[in-house]
């Protein structure tokens, strides 16, 4: 890829990220480095920071601009902003938009939606450079970490945060990194006319040690040894299971008889439940092969006798 500016690494997110990987991490690194709340008191070094992460999500955060990244890397919009006489021009985010001194606001890409909202999703006010006056209390942020058993069966709980007490429900089938808004709970506003901001809590599931969650489903790897994958054998496996304290249970899983070393079978239905009750995922069966490095005489001299006679 050519091109000289790495908008992944200014994300800090993998080239194989999904889109809300992105997503997420695009508003973490602009609540922390906008110039109106940066913590190291250097505005103008969190000025530039902030333009690099808005540039960066403004590519990546579009699903054709980031195919056409991945392919030509950042040369390929080396052109694409020019000075707008009597104003400015920029990109925020997912935003592109231009700005009149003389009152006026156009905006091209995004419809009539006004790019400045999302600092005041995040903050409260308009952006630096626009208008300060808050339109809502602060948003608070948090990030609250369940067990494999809670996120399975979902939960109830009482939390404490800064603008007081909070009921909160997290759904059965909730996955790690999922983020929940609760509108309104957030700080109120400097004054009675202006709403509470918003409450946003990122969910952090301990993951379980005998399989790996991937979205709906589950991934499951067995290892047995080549006697095992040839004759076949019955063996017990890890699956979901919202009946028991852990979320986990077990099923009889037959290997069949010549089993190839990373075969994947399908257990319907043994996943992690789906979001607003559609069911489970299913549970992904991969067989891996070990082979023995040590050999005693008499199973060299049976494995050289198997193999005079193939």
């Known amino acids: 890829m050519n091109g000289n500016k790495d908008y992944y690494e200014t994300l800090g997110v993998g080239k194989n990220a999904s889109a809300d990987d992105i997503k997420q991490a695009y508003r973490k690194l602009a609540r922390e480095y906008h110039p109106d709340v940066a913590k190291n008191g250097d505005k103008a070094a969190s000025e530039k920071k902030f333009k690099e992460i808005n540039e960066a999500y403004q590519i990546l955060g579009d699903e ?3 195919k056409t990244y991945d392919q030509y890397g950042s040369a390929a919009f080396a052109n694409g902003g020019q000075g707008n006489p009597g104003g400015f021009q920029g990109q925020w985010g997912p935003f592109s938009y231009t700005y009149s001194n003389t009152g006026s606001q156009g905006f091209s890409g995004f419809g009539d939606v ?3 909202d999302v600092f005041e999703d995040f903050f409260g006010f308009r952006g630096f450079g626009g208008n300060r006056t808050p339109r809502k209390g602060k948003n608070l942020y948090y990030e609250l970490q369940i067990s ?6 979902g939960l109830e709980r009482e939390i404490s945060i800064e603008s007081g007490k909070l009921k909160i429900k997290i759904p059965s089938g909730v996955r790690d990194g999922t983020e929940l808004r609760f509108e309104g709970k957030g700080m109120p506003g400097q004054s009675a006319n202006i709403p509470h901001g918003d409450v946003f809590i990122t969910v952090r599931v301990v993951p379980p040690k005998e399989f790996k969650v991937v ?3 589950i991934l499951v790897n067995i290892e047995v040894n080549f006697i095992q994958a040839i004759l076949g054998e019955t063996l017990t496996i890890h699956v979901v299971d919202s009946s028991t304290p852990t ?8 290997v069949p008889a010549g089993t190839q070393h990373a075969t994947r079978f399908v257990l319907r239905g043994k996943g992690m439940p789906r979001l607003r009750g559609r069911g489970q995922g299913d549970a992904y069966v991969e067989i891996s092969i070990s082979i023995p490095t040590r050999l005693s005489k008499k199973q060299r001299d049976l494995l050289e006798e198997y193999r005079k006679s193939i």
């Not at 979320?247 to 037959?254: A, H, L, P, R």
């Open 215 to 217: 979205g709906d489903d």
């Open 247 to 254: 979320g986990i249970g077990t099923v009889q899983f037959k």
């Open 148 to 153: 494999f058993s809670e996120a399975v069966k």
């Open 64 to 66: 054709q601009k980031r």
């Open 114 to 116: 006004d790019p400045f």
